[in-house]
């Protein structure tokens, strides 16, 4: 059976880091430090608002010359944010981010975040997949089909 975001949030545990929009750039680079991610779910209150990433912060604030402790999380999120639901499988979400070109999906149910998933669980998912489906196979082909 196919492996769902619901799987991966399970065994990984629920809990999204968020910052708001009216926080500093800088606050929220410490965020992403402190607890060792590569990007933050920006809430407005409970609304899902953005999301910002290590990526937006070289971009959008390093190459263009801003400070950091100057600017406004709301001013270089990235929005709309694309999410998953738990129900989707980790190939789904893994085609998402391949298209997309993105690392992070948060997954939303009935207007509720129940986490976010990266590029490093999806992957981690898929490897344990594929090693579970390796195992069942070599059992079926030594118990002689
Ligand atoms: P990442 O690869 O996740 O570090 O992000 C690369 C770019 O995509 C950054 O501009 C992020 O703000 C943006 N991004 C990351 N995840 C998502 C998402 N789920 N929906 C929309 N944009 C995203």
């Given at each position: 059976?196919?492996?769902?975001?619901?799987?991966?949030?399970?065994?990984?545990?629920?809990?999204?880091?968020?910052?708001?929009?009216?926080?500093?750039?800088?606050?929220?680079?410490?965020?992403?430090?402190?607890?060792?991610?590569g990007a933050v779910i920006v809430?407005?209150?409970?609304?899902?608002?953005?999301?910002?990433?290590?990526?937006?912060?070289?971009?959008?604030?390093?190459?263009?010359?801003?400070?950091?402790?100057?600017?406004?999380?709301?001013?270089?999120?990235?929005?709309?944010?694309?999410?998953?639901?738990?129900?989707?499988?980790?190939?789904?979400?893994?085609?998402?981010?391949?298209?997309?070109?993105?690392?992070?999906?948060?997954?939303?149910?009935?207007?509720?975040?129940?986490?976010?998933?990266?590029?490093?669980?999806v992957v981690k998912a898929l490897?344990?997949?594929?090693?579970?489906?390796?195992?069942?196979?070599?059992?079926?082909?030594?118990?002689?089909?």
């Amino acid at each position: 059976m196919a492996t769902t975001v619901y799987d991966v949030l399970r065994r990984k545990g629920s809990g999204v880091i968020a910052v708001s929009p009216e926080s500093t750039v800088f606050d929220a680079l410490h965020t992403l430090a402190e607890n060792n991610i590569g990007a933050v779910i920006v809430l407005d209150g409970p609304r899902l608002v953005g999301i910002l990433s290590e990526r937006d912060y070289a971009r959008q604030v390093i190459l263009k010359g801003k400070a950091s402790k100057d600017t406004p999380v709301r001013e270089i999120m990235t929005t709309p944010v694309v999410c998953v639901d738990p129900e989707q499988t980790i190939e789904e979400c893994m085609a998402l981010m391949t298209d997309k070109r993105f690392r992070h999906l948060p997954v939303i149910t009935d207007d509720r975040l129940l986490g976010v998933l990266s590029i490093g669980d999806v992957v981690k998912a898929l490897l344990d997949e594929q090693a579970f489906r390796i195992e069942q196979l070599e059992m079926y082909i030594a118990s002689g089909g």
